[in-house]
């Protein structure tokens, strides 16, 4: 089941009001309903953590699975721009820039992201209408 997602699926850490606004971005930019959602909270995100080694108590990457494959941190994000309709498909012109490059902005917007946009006391929940897109 982990490994055979039709969809890519996007693994973001469900307290934190940044992420939850990037997944409602995601979902506002994505008409064809490409992408799943999962919080890295949830049992889906603890097992696909689990099965690629990663630390299942830390929230603080954004994780895109894909393909059997998980892409991390800026490159997740920018996998996941290049899908994205209108213009911020170009974004993905970011990946010439080497990655320890990017991901040293992303981790540091990663440490501050709270104190920055605050975070919320439980995941957010999605409306009835996206639960679809949603995996627990």
């Known amino acids: 089941m982990l490994l055979e997602q ?6 973001f850490d469900g307290i934190c009001n940044l ?7 995601i979902i506002k930019r994505d008409p064809k309903k490409h992408f799943r959602f999962a919080s890295l909270q949830s049992k889906f995100g603890e097992e696909v953590m689990k099965h690629f080694g990663l630390p299942v108590n830390q929230f603080n990457s954004f994780i895109l699975l894909e393909n059997g494959k998980i892409y991390t941190r800026s490159t ?7 899908k994205l309709k209108g213009a911020w498909s170009l974004a993905y012109g970011f990946i010439i820039i080497p990655y320890f490059i990017r991901d040293a902005v992303y981790n540091l917007i990663a440490r501050n992201r709270y104190k920055w946009f605050g975070k919320k006391e439980e995941c957010w929940i999605p409306t009835s209408e996206l639960k679809s897109l949603f995996l627990e």
Do not use: D, E, N, R
């Open 19 to 25: 992420c939850s606004g990037a997944v409602q971005f």
């Open 76 to 82: 997740a994000a920018l996998k996941v721009a290049k």
């Open 6 to 11: 039709t969809h890519p699926v996007i693994l």
